[in-house]
């Protein structure tokens, strides 16, 4: 059986319903991309799925649609996408096998 594309652990899974429950009026679900960017070339990008274009791909992950943008897919191939709330911090968290190096910020990352 092939991995899945992505995956939301059920935390995120749970950040994402909130999210959409609250700000989401007219989504389909949460929106994933990858934007060029930063010292180490890509970062991570999230929004609401407003749409759902013919070159998108969409998983069903935790009961949560994700749109992820075509240009997208080789970068985020076996991601899994994490909610972690720590002290007074809280942030979706990518944990993505592409990865091969990650800016000293956190903010970008390069495959």
């Not at 791909?57 to 749109?67: A, P």
Request: charged share 25%; net charge negative.
């Amino acid at each position: 059986m092939a991995e899945p594309l992505l995956s939301l652990t059920p935390s995120a899974a749970r950040r994402v319903r909130d999210l959409l429950a609250t700000r989401g009026e007219g989504a389909q679900g949460l929106r994933l991309g990858v934007k060029a960017t930063g010292c180490s070339g890509f970062s991570y990008k999230l929004d609401f799925a407003r749409s759902i274009g013919p070159e998108d791909r969409v998983v069903e992950s935790q009961g949560v649609t994700v749109v992820v943008d075509a240009e997208a897919v080789p970068l985020l191939a076996g991601t899994e996408v994490d909610w972690v709330e720590d002290g007074l911090g809280a942030q979706f968290v990518f944990k993505n096998p592409n990865e091969k190096a990650r800016c000293g910020c956190g903010e970008s990352f390069k495959v």
